[in-house]
């Protein structure tokens, strides 16, 4: 997510009021929290999409609570995961910027398997994987390696595009400050096996003045082409579909990125008039309605 200052970005995404159980797993010696949605009837053998929210956000932001209630009405259940963020047992709460930054972009991926493991002991057979904003570019890292097959579909909600100079560009403009000598100390102490060692008061992610591991640094900042999540479409093995907002400013090159890898069979491409981000109430509904339907003929 771009160009969205943090306390207007907490607005967005506050918790909707709806509700769904909780639920834990172990990972790596953390405990992992999730949102679990049963649809009535329907649990486990009906579909469950597993879902990924977006940048220092959680499960109980509002796309992704109400896409749980919206996909429930539909007879789909859902697990709406809370990325630890490297923190045991984190909260359904965005990531407090005074709390140090160790976690890496990468550490979803290896979430994203213990989750889909856990539905596997909970009896589900049938999965999508959903991710939005930086979710959607880490469901795609998870979805090229994956060979699971019970994961019958990817659906990715605004996912991340990148590219380093306009990610320099950014950068400059939210922290007016250059990007490059920050990431160049980070990887000058990653590269000494240093990566422990705090960079103290940088600009990092939606967090001013952060103080930030420069493993973590390095791992959100360094140049890396499969930050652009297009460019992972052609190699994830399963239908993918990408959902696109017209008016969204965050994600605005996606379209572009994603019209010419649509094939209408393992590509598609959902634009939805007028929704911006976050998809907000009927734009959302729509959402619903195309998983449904691909859910239903698989």
């Given at each position: 997510m771009r160009n969205l200052s943090f306390a207007v970005l907490l607005a967005l995404i506050c918790t909707a009021t709806a509700q769904a159980g909780a639920v834990t797993t172990r990972y790596k010696g953390l405990t992992l929290n999730a949102s679990l949605e049963k649809a009535a009837g329907g649990w486990p053998a009906a579909p469950v999409v597993?879902?990924?929210?977006?940048?220092l956000a959680h499960s109980g932001m509002e796309i992704m609570a109400g896409l749980q209630d919206m996909l429930a009405e539909r007879g789909i259940s859902t697990l709406a995961i809370n990325l630890s963020l490297g923190i045991d047992n984190r909260p359904a709460a965005m990531y407090d910027c005074a709390t140090p930054h160790t976690h890496l972009h990468t550490d979803a991926v290896g979430e994203i398997g213990a989750w889909l493991d856990w539905l596997h002991k909970q009896g589900a057979r049938k999965v999508a994987l959903l991710g939005h904003s930086r979710g959607g570019n880490q469901v795609a890292r998870f979805a090229i390696h994956m060979t699971d097959p019970a994961v019958k579909a990817v659906f990715l909600v605004?996912?991340?595009?990148?590219?380093?100079?306009?990610?320099?560009?950014?950068?400059?403009?939210?922290?007016h400050t250059d990007l490059q000598p920050i990431l160049t100390r980070a990887q000058k102490l990653v590269a000494a096996g240093k990566g422990a060692e705090f960079l103290d008061g940088v600009g990092f992610l939606y967090c001013p003045h952060a103080r930030v591991s420069a493993a973590s640094f390095v791992s959100y900042y360094a140049p890396d082409p499969d930050m652009d999540t297009p460019r992972l479409l052609p190699q994830i093995k399963v239908p993918v579909t990408v959902f696109a907002g017209s008016a969204d400013t965050v994600e605005s090159d996606l379209v572009a990125e994603v019209r010419p890898l649509v094939d209408g069979r393992h590509v598609s491409l959902v634009v939805i008039d007028g929704a911006d981000h976050f998809f907000r109430d009927l734009y959302s509904d729509e959402i619903a309605d195309v998983i449904a339907e691909k859910l239903g003929k698989e």
């Open positions: 597993l879902m990924v929210h977006g940048t605004a996912p991340q595009t990148w590219n380093a100079r306009r990610q320099a560009e950014e950068y400059r403009q939210r922290y």
